[in-house]
């Protein structure tokens, strides 16, 4: 059956812990801050949510899989990188992406002024051109977790083609 589809779609979901110092890296941009998001990697929620997204419109597991956080050579590493390998993977199953949608809800810091950056950075990573990259911020109203300041979350979806 999913021999015969042209089309198909993926869903990534990731959020991360604010800890003090930055820069904070997001959607590969680097983002002057006076915190940065904690994690095995490099943090970049965005990136790990695209990461998902592709590899799970592609149905090749997640980022857990591919790069498990018990790895050493996974510390601090660069998210962009591991988003192109996750690109490859898909690529060699006979896909390309076509279109990524991304949220990102967090109180700070604002989403609009770092948008275009971002989107040249994952577009060129996926192999997209940068107009089908939507990246969006929103805010969580002041509610939960992301409300009271303490990390960010990423919501993005992908839509493959067959090559
Ligand atoms: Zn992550």
Not at 99 to 120: C, F, G, N, W, Y
Not at 134 to 141: A, P, R, V
Request: charged share 25%; hydrophobic share 40%.
């Amino acid at each position: 059956m999913a021999e015969r589809l042209t089309l198909r779609t993926g869903i990534g979901y990731d959020s991360h812990r604010f800890e003090p110092g930055g820069p904070l890296v997001l959607g590969g941009v680097e983002i002057a801050s006076d915190v940065h998001l904690h994690g095995h990697s490099d943090g970049d929620a965005i990136a790990h949510a695209v990461t998902d997204a592709v590899l799970g419109a592609a149905a090749l597991g997640d980022i857990g899989g591919m790069f498990p956080d018990n790895d050493p050579d996974n510390r601090g590493r660069d998210s962009i990188e591991m988003l192109i390998l996750a690109v490859a993977a898909v690529e060699r199953a006979g896909w390309r992406v076509g279109q990524l949608d991304v949220v990102v809800i967090t109180e700070t810091p604002k989403i609009a002024p770092h948008r275009q950056s971002m989107r040249e950075r994952i577009s060129a990573a996926v192999g997209c051109d940068a107009r089908d990259v939507s990246i969006k911020g929103k805010t969580n109203e002041g509610m939960g977790f992301i409300g009271r300041g303490e990390g960010l979350a990423c919501l993005a979806t992908a839509m493959l083609y067959r090559a």
